[in-house]
C-alpha cells in the first residue's frame, strides 16, 4: 500500500524568511509522481508544484522549489520569501496511476506567516 | 471555461435525510473523483468514474452512491445521512486516470449532518 506522512502538523515563519515542509512515502512502484498542494482558508485546492520520480532534478516554481530525495522517499517544500498569502495547509501527495487513478494525500501541515 | 463547480457550497441535513451533491466540469475531462475531508486527515477518495457509464469504488465509499450518465457531471448522493458524514467533500477531474495528468478540484462542499 501506498502512504504519505507529513511529520510536521504546524509551522510558522516570518515575513520574508524560508521554511521546508517535510514529506516522506512508501512505495514499491518505480514510476510515481509527487505534488505539493496549498489549501488556503477559501478552502479551494491549488497545486503549488510537482515532480516526476523519473526526473533527478528538483522543481521549481518561482519561490517554491522541492527536494526529491527518490532512495530516501523524501520530499519536502521551500518556499522562500514567506509571504502573508503563504498562510495555509500544504497537503503532499502521490499518484503511481494505478487504477483507481487517485491522489494519495499526507495529512497536511498548517503553515501560518507572521508579519 | 469555469473548471470543475460543485453545489452546494453548504449543506446542513439530519440524520436519515438524503441529499445529492453536485459536480460539472467543462473541459471534457473523462476522469472524475469524490473526496472527503475530515479535520487532521488528508483526502481521501470516496468513489471515481473513468468515463460516462463506468464508476467504481475508492477508500471509503459506504453510505455514497455516485453515477456518470455524462462526461460533464459526476453526483455523489447519500442515501440516508449520517453523523460520520459531515464533513468537507471535493470534485476533482482530470483527462485520464493516468498520474501525469493535473487533477483540477472544485471549491468543495462542507456538509454537516445532525
Known amino acids: 500500500a501506498q502512504t504519505v506522512t507529513q511529520s510536521q502538523p504546524e509551522m510558522s515563519v516570518q515575513e520574508a524568511e524560508t521554511v521546508t515542509l517535510s514529506c516522506t512515502y512508501d512505495t514499491s512502484e518505480s514510476n510515481y509522481y509527487l505534488f505539493w498542494y496549498k489549501q488556503p482558508p477559501s478552502r479551494q485546492m491549488i497545486l503549488v508544484i510537482r515532480?516526476?520520480?523519473?526526473?533527478?532534478q528538483n522543481a521549481t516554481e518561482n519561490r517554491f522549489s522541492v527536494n526529491f530525495q527518490k532512495a530516501a522517499k523524501s520530499f519536502s517544500l521551500k518556499i522562500s520569501d514567506s509571504q502573508l498569502g503563504d498562510t495555509a495547509m500544504y497537503f503532499c501527495a502521490f499518484n503511481y496511476g494505478g487504477s483507481q487513478g487517485n491522489l494519495i494525500f499526507g495529512k497536511g501541515t498548517k503553515l501560518s506567516v507572521k508579519p | 471555461n469555469a473548471g470543475v463547480t460543485q453545489t452546494p457550497k453548504f449543506q446542513v441535513l439530519k440524520t436519515g435525510q438524503s441529499m445529492t451533491l453536485q459536480c460539472a466540469q467543462d473541459m471534457n475531462h473523462e476522469y472524475m473523483s469524490w473526496y472527503r475531508q475530515d479535520p487532521g486527515m488528508g483526502l481521501r477518495l470516496i468513489h471515481y468514474?473513468?468515463?460516462?457509464?463506468?464508476?467504481d469504488q475508492g477508500e471509503v465509499p459506504n453510505g455514497y452512491n455516485v453515477s456518470r450518465s455524462t462526461t460533464e457531471d459526476f453526483p455523489l448522493r447519500l442515501l440516508s445521512a449520517a453523523p460520520s458524514q459531515t464533513s468537507v467533500y471535493f470534485c476533482?477531474?482530470?483527462?485520464?486516470?493516468?498520474?501525469?495528468?493535473?487533477?483540477?478540484f472544485g471549491p468543495g462542499t462542507r456538509l454537516t449532518v445532525l
Open positions: 515532480q516526476e520520480a523519473y526526473k533527478q
Open positions: 476533482a477531474s482530470s483527462y485520464g486516470r493516468e498520474a501525469y495528468y493535473e487533477q483540477f
Open positions: 468514474s473513468v468515463g460516462a457509464g463506468i464508476t
